[in-house]
């Protein structure tokens, strides 16, 4: 049944993983270069922009977008498995391995870029990354509620 509570988490998950896409993940205004240039991540570049905005340099993040459609994709998956709740409990816990993984290299991107310029702070975490950790609290609540609903069902099969 499509109209469940875990649903509309699920749906929250995919809505999370489009905000991630197309949104900034990270930015750093204060580099050690002594520039006045920053950098700016999102989930498929990386730029390096001088103070009136231009790109001086970028570079392919590809992998970012494509945890974050993949991640997408799992939760609309499992959305329709509502049939099988083993199953999309399963795809739920892939799910947030995957999530973890976009964390993690996002993580690992900006302290690479940080390392390489010097840079005095760590920069700041825009929204396209919060939303992941949103994503992610959304994903581990549908995998609750349909913990909760195999349990009402094995115990009115009991009853039987």
């Known amino acids: 049944m499509i109209q469940r509570v875990q649903t509309i988490f699920l749906f929250l998950v995919v809505i999370c993983m489009g905000i991630t896409i197309g949104s900034t993940l990270w930015v750093q205004t204060e ?3 002594g520039t006045d240039d920053s950098w700016q991540l999102s989930a498929f570049m990386l730029s390096n922009l001088d103070t009136s905005g231009e790109v001086i340099q970028e570079s392919s993040k ?3 977008a494509t945890l974050a459609a ?3 994709l799992m939760a609309l998956i499992s959305i329709f ?3 099988n709740r083993t199953r999309q409990m399963l795809f739920n816990m892939i799910n947030s391995l995957v999530m973890v993984g976009l964390v993690v ?3 690992l991107t900006t302290n690479g870029i940080n390392n390489a310029i010097n840079a005095t702070s760590s920069g700041t975490y825009q ?3 919060w939303v992941v950790l949103a994503a992610m609290v959304f994903n581990m609540l549908a ?6 609903d195999e349990a009402l069902v094995r115990s009115v099969d009991r009853i039987r």
């Open 143 to 148: 995998n609750r509620f349909i913990r909760k």
């Open 31 to 33: 580099t050690g270069s």
């Open 81 to 83: 498995q509502y049939k």
């Open 105 to 107: 290299a996002v993580f």
């Open 127 to 129: 929204l396209g990354f």
């Open 70 to 72: 993949f991640a997408g």
């Open 62 to 64: 590809w992998y970012i």
